[in-house]
């Protein structure tokens, strides 16, 4: 079945950037997405990407997708302490036609 | 506008216990879900209602049962909880563009601990 892996932690430095990366197995998504977890909340839709583009800017965030590769980043610029939370990407699997979510990335950021 | 609410927040039960938890949308969104989210494995899709009247399985159904009241409310049941069952329990609802792109609202979430 599908499979989205994410790396489970990273740490940054506030002001560095921060790239979150994800691979995923397959996909049928016209849409693949990341959404944002804060501490003793649910997901929001932080920022999304449409299949056949390769960049999306919107303001400190940057999505890339390679699709040959199957591999979805999410950088931010900048990056604040307001931005520690869990990152999660998600896509509609192949076969499923749900979205399949991955593990999420825990972001802490330090002074 | 609430948006997705939950009840309860926070529930502990016996091995055995019974319970129900709600979740209800005022979007007026056709498509609802249920996930369990554990450390390290993100969420797992429970079940999904496409529509009132209809439910469907997702990746982790055994141990529960689900009920689409109606176009507002969908409702998720453990019949006899078991500790393996101890998790974050998120409700979720989705509009969807023309576009084909989905937009699902999570809840705040329920926490369930089984004894």
């Known amino acids: 079945g599908e499979d989205v892996e994410q790396s489970l932690f990273l740490s940054v430095r506030e002001g560095d950037s921060s790239v979150i990366n994800c691979t995923y197995t397959?996909?049928?998504?016209?849409?693949l997405y990341w959404y944002k977890q804060e501490p003793g909340a649910g997901l929001q839709l932080l920022t999304y990407i449409f299949s056949n583009m390769d960049m999306k800017q919107d303001q400190r965030l940057t999505v890339l997708l390679n699709k040959k590769d199957k591999h979805l980043s999410l950088r931010i610029a900048d990056t604040q302490t307001g931005d520690s939370a869990i990152y999660f990407c998600a896509v509609v699997s192949g076969g499923y036609n749900k979205l399949i979510f991955g593990a999420g990335t825990r972001l802490a950021v330090h002074p | 506008n609430a948006g997705v609410t939950q009840t309860p927040k926070f529930q502990v039960l016996k091995t055995g216990q019974s319970m129900t938890l709600q979740c209800a949308q005022d979007m007026n969104h056709n498509s609802m879900y249920w996930y369990r989210q554990d450390p390290g494995m993100g969420l797992r899709l429970i079940y999904y209602s496409a529509s009132e009247g209809t439910t469907d399985k997702g990746e982790v159904p055994n141990g529960y049962n689900v009920s689409r009241l109606n176009k507002r409310e969908f409702s998720l049941r453990l019949e006899s909880a078991a500790p393996s069952q101890t998790s974050v329990y998120f409700c979720?609802?989705?509009?969807?563009?023309?576009?084909?792109?989905?937009?699902?609202?999570f809840g705040p979430g329920t926490r369930l601990l089984v004894l």
């Open positions: 979720a609802s989705s509009e969807l563009s023309s576009g084909g792109r989905e937009t699902q609202y």
């Open positions: 397959d996909s049928s998504s016209t849409y």
